[in-house]
């Protein structure tokens, strides 16, 4: 199996920028198709980004896109999430999560999950 660490969460005014990091460490990483959730308080957990095994193909959330992307070095075995024009909206504790299977943007399609990094943006 694969551990999942975030990193890189804070708070940061509307309009800014930050990078999520998730280090993941066990079993091959570029074995695993990844994907970043999040989770409001008092809302279910929601599809932010996911990335192929590769990292060649990506897809976003339609509240997301074309503000943020998904990257990922499995030469490092970590993968990012660059977050640019931040909204309060976007406050959230985000989640890392890994599945060996193909790129998924279902919850329950993914098997190992972070701990989560909380991302607090400020009007």
């Known amino acids: 199996q694969v551990q999942l660490v975030e990193s890189g969460g804070g708070l940061v005014q509307a309009g800014g920028s930050l990078r999520l990091s998730c280090a993941a460490s066990g079993r091959t990483f570029s074995g695993y198709s990844m994907g970043w959730y999040r989770q409001a308080p008092g809302k279910e957990r929601d599809f932010v980004a996911a990335?192929?095994?590769?990292?060649?193909?990506?897809y976003y959330g339609a509240s997301v896109k074309g503000r943020f992307t998904i990257s990922r070095d499995n030469a490092k075995n970590t993968m990012y999430l660059q977050m640019n024009s931040l909204k309060p909206e976007d406050t959230a504790v985000y989640y890392c999560a890994a599945r060996q299977g193909p790129i998924a943007t279902t919850l329950n399609a993914y098997d190992y999950w972070g701990q989560g990094t909380q991302v607090t943006v400020s009007s």
């Open positions: 990335i192929v095994r590769s990292g060649t193909t990506t």
